[in-house]
């Protein structure tokens, strides 16, 4: 009889890499799960928990069957022409094929007889009916643990040695994630004795290294398996458990702290962090405010990169000299892993104070000749060079947006926009590029217009960053993505699937959201073309490759806004110029397609445009005299009549109504394709319904390419 209960399986191992911690222990509960259902031995209302500590990756699964039920299966053997003889015995091949399949064979007639006949295409084929026993919990479990260690997100295998278990002394060698000391298997309380990496299961795992109340830490079932954990092994075995107990903690201490006090928001760190721990503690310690004269963004990023701490900010958003420790132990008396982290913090502070005190010495202005020594590609020369070309786009730019002033503003913060990476502090801190340009343009007393372009030119960094604070900003941040993206395609280094190294995509988004967001008077195709020439013979003009790269990712960006591809598609067609008018047609195509004459309008652009393409070139020129039959003289005066307004409404910008107007030509449209033969024999009428046709299609595609919304 089937018996069904609750399964838990743990590995237990080495410290995993942290980054990927929460992966490996979705990804080992998920396919652990995925194989069991598919084996039949879990249904599919069973559900999976994943636990994930530094030391162990397990899986609670529910409903769990000792063994799976028996399967009926049909499978075709061969034709029956080849399987009997005239006589209908069975003929070698379809004995030989029985015996295979471990069919009874001791009366070989009564075989034959219980085999089906079935059509099988044109012949008739044998088909054999068969049981396949269901899989036991041990050799399905045996598979799936398998398959789930082998599916594991791995970021880098390790190889190492175990003791063989064999009669014959040696070792051999295991390739995982990192070494694993321990398996548990538990279906209910009976252990399920699977076996991986030169381990054995049993009911038995290890607590916290230092802080377990028993050692092992005995499982008496499947789920009991997180709480006696907790109790005796001092460990949170869940990941999003102990990510959501230090969240409680870090506010508890902030609360302690007063004054509005707040640690900084930082998911990827309380991910980090939480993989680092197996029972948080957290602990409010401090460093001395001297050091909170150095911009709040360094002590920040070396608190959280280097030392997984949480800084304080008050109220205001300003850093505190507090900060907030996850410590994975919980000592009675604390002061020595407080006073332990506040000397291990101290000389990295330090370390940014010098930095900064001693970039300061030199103005931004002194370091411009330093980029001409530090190479940005091989083809392209150096980061002086790269300056000059920014300089050369964003002055252009610069000219059709504003006046001397901005161009003068635009030119020395492009001017000054690369130099601090050659300061030590963005040596030592990469990340502050931008951040550490601004604070020394002020030092420098360049003003707050240049010091914020500089820090904004690499806006936006990523999905949702904010634009450029300023007109001098977007400029200089336009200048540079365009120098980046002109100047990779001018040398063919595209990106290909997956692999974008000078991020071409984010920053072709990043030129289309400050077209659009900052509703710029500039020419996508212009732009382009307009940044080639700074390159000199370094590149060729990749001009329509790149124009064509940027509709994609503007395509992308709409359909991911909710537009449907059709109406991204019958917009971008026209290729528009002016990426900030974009939405507005977009929002004018969607109403035109909810009026009543849409669908006919958008059949009959699709077929004009057919018609048109076949004719090869074709003068919008309609000769009145020449208009002979009542449907084409009734829409040539449709279109005299309310083309003119249509045109008007669209040079305003009332897109909407400019097509809403348009749809009045249904019935003239509709009139002329059933009366009006448009290839006729007279060569002068032929082409003169050409014209008129072509005069339709020009004023009805303004807005959108209407043929790409027929079904």
Not at 167 to 188: D, I, K, M, Y
Not at 251 to 271: F, S, Y
Not at 301 to 328: E, I
Not at 516 to 529: I, R
Request: glycine share 6%.
């Amino acid at each position: 009889m089937t018996t069904t209960q609750n399964l838990l399986v743990e590995l237990f191992v080495e410290e995993l890499p942290p980054k990927a911690l929460k992966k490996l222990g979705d990804a080992f509960a998920g396919v652990l799960a995925e194989q069991l259902k598919a084996l039949g031995l879990a249904t599919p209302a069973s559900t999976v928990t994943a636990f994930a500590s530094p030391r162990r990756l397990a899986a609670h699964v529910t409903a769990v069957a000792d063994k799976a039920a028996d399967k009926a299966v049909q499978q075709k053997l061969m034709p029956v022409t080849v399987g009997l003889d005239a006589s209908g015995n069975a003929t070698p091949a379809l004995l030989k094929k029985l015996q295979a399949l471990g069919a009874d064979l001791s009366n070989p007639a009564a075989a034959v007889a219980a085999l089906k006949r079935a059509p099988d295409g044109k012949a008739e084929a044998l088909f054999y009916d068969s049981v396949v026993p269901g899989a036991t919990l041990e050799e399905g479990l045996q598979k799936a643990l398998q398959e789930s260690l082998a599916k594991l997100p791995i970021p880098k295998v390790m190889s190492y040695q175990l003791e063989s278990d064999c009669e014959l002394p040696g070792w051999t060698s295991v390739n995982f994630v990192r070494p694993a000391h321990g398996l548990v298997a538990l279906h209910g309380s009976a252990v399920v004795p699977v076996k991986a990496l030169g381990l054995t299961a049993g009911n038995s795992t290890q607590g916290h290294r230092f802080e377990a109340a028993v050692s092992p830490v005995v499982l008496k079932d499947a789920d009991s398996y997180a709480a006696t954990l907790q109790s005796d092994g001092a460990v949170i075995a869940s990941f999003e458990g102990r990510k959501a107990e230090i969240a409680r903690q870090l506010a508890a201490a902030a609360a302690k702290v007063g004054n509005g006090a707040r640690p900084i928001e930082d998911d990827a760190l309380l991910d980090e962090v939480t993989a680092l721990v197996e029972r948080p503690n957290v602990l409010i310690c401090a460093f001395e405010k001297e050091f909170l004269d150095v911009p709040q963004e360094c002590l920040i990023l070396t608190m959280k990169a280097n030392q997984k701490y949480f800084p304080l900010l008050d109220a205001a958003g300003k850093l505190t000299h507090q900060f907030l420790v996850v410590s994975n132990i919980s000592p009675a008396d604390a002061s020595f892993v407080i006073g332990g982290n506040e000397r291990v913090v101290r000389p990295r502070l330090a370390d940014a104070k010098f930095f900064f005190d001693q970039d300061r010495k030199k103005t931004l202005a002194s370091r411009v000749d330093g980029l001409a020594k530090v190479v940005y590609h091989n083809k392209l020369g150096t980061q002086g060079e790269r300056v000059d070309r920014v300089r050369a786009i964003a002055k252009a730019i610069a000219e059709q947006l504003g006046d001397a002033t901005l161009v003068a503003q635009a030119d020395q913060a492009a001017l000054l926009a690369k130099t601090d990476l050659v300061t030590d502090m963005v040596g030592e801190f990469p990340e502050l590029q931008g951040t550490m340009g601004r604070y020394y343009a002020l030092n420098d007393g360049l003003g707050e217009v240049v010091a914020d372009a500089i820090e904004d030119h690499y806006k936006p960094r990523f999905a949702g960053d904010t634009l450029p604070r300023n007109s001098a900003g977007v400029v200089v941040a336009l200048a540079d993505k365009l120098e980046t993206l002109v100047g990779m395609f001018g040398i063919g280094n595209l990106p290909t699937g997956d692999r974008d190294p000078f991020a071409l995509r984010r920053h072709a988004l990043g030129v289309i959201r400050m077209l659009v967001e900052k509703d710029l008077p500039l020419d996508l195709s212009a732009l382009l073309a307009g940044a080639v020439p700074a390159f000199g013979d370094k590149i060729t003009d990749a001009s329509a490759a790149l124009a064509d790269f940027i509709y994609d990712r503007l395509a992308g960006s709409l359909r991911e806004q909710g537009y449907s591809a059709q109406e991204v598609d019958a917009v971008l067609a026209l290729r528009p110029q002016r990426l900030a008018l974009v939405e507005k047609q977009l929002a004018a195509v969607r109403a035109f397609a909810a009026l009543p004459e849409s669908p006919a309008l958008a059949a009959a652009n699709k077929r004009v445009a057919n018609i048109l393409k076949k004719a090869g070139e074709v003068d919008a020129h309609v000769n009145p005299d020449l208009l002979k039959e009542k449907a084409e003289q009734d829409l040539y005066a449709a279109l005299q009549r309310f083309v003119p307004e249509a045109n008007a409404q669209f040079d305003a910008g009332d897109y909407t109504a400019s097509l809403q107007t348009l749809a009045v030509l249904r019935a003239p449209v509709d009139a002329f394709f059933d009366d009006v033969m448009v290839n006729a024999e007279e060569m002068d009428l032929r082409l003169n319904r050409q014209g008129l046709l072509k005069s339709l299609h020009d004023a009805m595609n303004r807005v959108a390419d209407l043929s790409r919304l027929a079904a």
